[in-house]
């Protein structure tokens, strides 16, 4: 209910943003804070991205706290991947991962004209990101590793907590074009959406059944030495999302009070099974005089 809410929140009846660009006092009254920038979805240009599972456009979103518009990608997504996408994007924030900023954007029907997948709904609340002009996908085969790490920042401790982050939300989708080069000579994620999946699980069922984790079978292929350079600072990484997993605010973020507790549950029981995804991926057991310079293992 409260997805609706922002969504009118701040825009008038005819579908422009209030003059004060703000959510009015009766709102805040009955509103979590918004966990993301709130933004509407400006007239045209709006560019629809062809070959997206859900519609994709590209538009410039008003943003009131910026007093000005951005220029961004707005996904058309169903309800539950709208709260994956959020949930997830909170949680690579708070581990610090590097992520394009995210808006939750209010769509109008009126605007969209042939892509409107919401029924009779007349708004709606769109997950979206700030674009990035000219980022391009990372093909991570075609570019030497040296490069992407010179150049991108990509290099394997990066690597490794991408794949990590990965593990702990369940996501098998980290494809090249969800992993983007940026003109700012920095690599970003995208694209949660099919993230808590898992076959038989009654809420977050996908089709087809999740696949394996690439990037993490680029962790296991580092040399010896590299792995052990990695442990200490992968495991405190592990650490922070365990913390974070157990932090996610729900109610902020999802609408569907049904999906909470299956979310906490999920993520929760895979946040415990990281530090032994780690442990076996890495594959070096904590022997004295084997672990990496400074490294103490923690107390169990
Ligand atoms: N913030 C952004 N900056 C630059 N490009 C973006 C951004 N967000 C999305 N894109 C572009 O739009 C494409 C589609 O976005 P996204 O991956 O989120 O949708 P999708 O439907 O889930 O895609 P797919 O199913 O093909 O993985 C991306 O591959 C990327 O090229
Ligand atoms: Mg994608």
């Known amino acids: 209910m409260h997805y609706i809410l922002y969504a009118e929140a701040g825009v008038t009846d005819d579908g422009n943003m209030r003059a004060d ?3 009015s006092p009766d ?7 918004a966990p993301f920038l709130l933004g509407s979805l400006n007239r045209e240009p709006i560019t629809r991205i062809s070959g997206c599972a859900h519609p994709v456009v590209r538009g410039r979103v008003h943003v009131p706290v910026h007093t000005g518009s951005v220029d ?24 610090e991962l ?84 940026t003109p700012r000579g920095t690599v970003v994620l995208i694209d949660h959406e099919r993230a808590l999946g898992g076959t ?37 990484f592990c650490a922070a999302c365990t913390t974070a997993a157990c932090r996610i605010p729900y109610t902020q973020l999802v609408n569907a009070e049904a999906l909470h507790e299956p979310m906490r549950v999920y993520l929760e029981s895979r946040a415990e099974r990281l530090f032994d995804t780690l442990e076996e991926t890495l594959g070096i057991r904590d022997l004295p005089g084997l672990n990496p310079a400074g490294f103490h293992p923690l107390a169990p």
Not at 83 to 90: H, K, P
Not at 147 to 174: C, P, T, W
Not at 202 to 227: C, D, K, M
């Open 200 to 236: 038989g699980l009654a809420l977050f069922s996908t089709a087809p059944p999740p696949g394996p984790n690439q990037l993490l079978h680029r962790v296991r292929a580092l040399s010896v030495a590299e792995r052990a350079t990695l442990k200490s600072p992968l495991r405190a």
């Open 21 to 23: 660009n703000r959510i």
């Open 72 to 95: 961004a990608f707005i996904k058309l997504l169903p309800p539950r991947e709208f709260a994956v996408e959020s949930v997830c994007e909170w949680l690579a924030r708070e581990v």
């Open 98 to 181: 590097p992520m394009p900023e995210p808006l939750w954007v209010t769509v109008h029907r009126q605007r969209m004209r042939t892509v409107w997948p919401f029924g009779n709904d007349e708004t709606q609340l769109c997950f979206g990101t700030q674009a990035f002009n000219l980022a391009r996908p990372v093909h991570l085969g075609d570019q030497s590793r040296s490069v992407l790490a010179q150049a991108y920042g990509l290099d394997s401790l990066l690597l490794a907590k991408i794949a990590l982050f990965d593990e702990l939300i369940g996501n098998d989708d980290r494809h090249a074009g969800n992993l983007l080069l």
């Open 27 to 33: 709102d805040t009254m009955t509103l979590p804070p």
